[in-house]
């Protein structure tokens, strides 16, 4: 199954946007802890504190390098689509949704006094990620394989 090219144009255009979140996310988090503001959350509410901060933006950095070149790679038709890769981001990104809906499931309900499950700012960031995802391996499955099932 190939898309058109317009619809790739509108995979890569939620991706653009999905990432522009992500990038929202890393932003607001670097202004409340540097200099923060009243407008926007407590550093604290997009922060789990399970990770050490100066850790966490670096691998925060890496995923917005990734996710760039994912969009921009399907934005100017220079990735070519590839099974393994579409299967892969299929497994990973079905298994990330599905961890982050259990833990805002328990967040909501049984450990709603714990800070890591409780806390639904940086959990809906791990949806936006799960979701570029899942947005990436769909671009992927357009590849004509000839795979075995």
Sequence with gaps: MYTTPLANKSLALLLWALLALFCFRVMAQLIQFFYPLAFLPSFTSWHS???????LVLVQLVIIYYCYNAASGIHRATTKPNRMLAKFLLGLGSLYLLTM???????????????????????????????????????????PGKEKA
């Excluded at 639904?120 to 947005?135: D, E, K």
Aim: glycine share 6%.
């Design 49 to 55: 504190g399970k990770m050490p901060y100066g850790f």
């Design 101 to 143: 809906i259990f833990r805002v499931s328990l967040g909501l309900t049984l450990l709603a006094e714990n800070r890591w499950f409780s806390n639904h700012i940086p959990t809906f960031f791990h949806f936006v990620l799960a979701t570029f995802m899942l947005v990436t391996s769909s671009y992927h499955f357009q590849s």
